[in-house]
T-cell receptor
């Protein structure tokens, strides 16, 4: 069955520290992978996406993610977190064969000054 | 740029009442989606549409209905509200199928409470 797993429900980091949010997927077809961010009271906003090619993708707000097919992972990283990055982050997977995305359950990021 | 507009922002319903959640987009997107978001559960797809006149069920369609008479509008109808439908509802749209090289644009959500 197709699924997306975000193992970390809640992560807390200090401002300026590095960040890595984990995402693992199970998908039969070649996946399209996305990271979305949701600020409180808002809808989701696309951070970055991977379809093909270079497995390290850059997104908005200084985020990047690396696709590792052998590990079925698409982890999100940022070298130095800002207080404004506090939000909930969702990984999602789709493919050329579907009109639907499968979302993970999200990781809530808290940033301490 | 309005993007995806959802109304109302908040609503409280009594059990058994009905209501329609409105969603409109001005980006001429063919694909539109309704999700519900519950704490710790991520987003679950309720219904989606690939164009005017075409709708299809998602993961959790029971208790809901949709219609798509125009490209712009995709209302979600709750006929007999139940406490299990207490949730935050998001409408989204995309230029092509959401897995096909086309990101979703989300509205700001409707927070619904059924008591």
């Amino acid at each position: 069955a197709q699924s997306v797993t975000q193992p970390d429900i809640h992560i807390t980091v200090s401002e300026g520290a590095s960040l890595e949010l984990r995402c693992n997927y199970s998908y039969g077809a070649t996946p399209y992978l996305f990271w979305y961010v949701q600020s409180p009271g808002q809808g989701l906003q696309l951070l970055l996406k991977y379809f093909s090619g270079d497995t390290l993708v850059q997104g908005i707000k200084g985020f990047e993610a690396e696709f590792k097919r052998s590990q079925s992972s698409f982890n999100l990283r940022k070298p130095s977190v800002h207080w404004s990055d506090a939000a909930e982050y969702f990984c999602a997977v789709g493919s050329i064969n579907t009109d639907k995305l499968i979302f993970g359950t999200g990781t809530r990021l808290q940033v301490f000054p | 740029n309005a993007g995806v507009t959802q109304t109302p922002k908040f609503r409280i319903l009594k059990i058994g009442q009905s209501m329609t959640l409105q969603c409109a987009q001005d980006m001429n997107h063919n694909y539109m989606y309704w999700y519900r978001q519950d704490p710790g559960m991520g987003l679950k797809l309720i219904y989606y549409s690939v164009g005017a006149g075409i709708t299809d069920k998602g993961e959790v369609p029971n208790g809901y209905n949709v219609s798509r008479s125009t490209t712009e509008d995709f209302p979600l109808r709750l006929e007999l509200a139940a406490p299990s439908q207490t949730s935050v509802y998001f409408c989204a749209s995309s230029y092509s199928g959401q897995g096909r090289n086309s990101p979703l644009h989300f509205g700001n959500g409707t927070r619904l409470t059924v008591t």
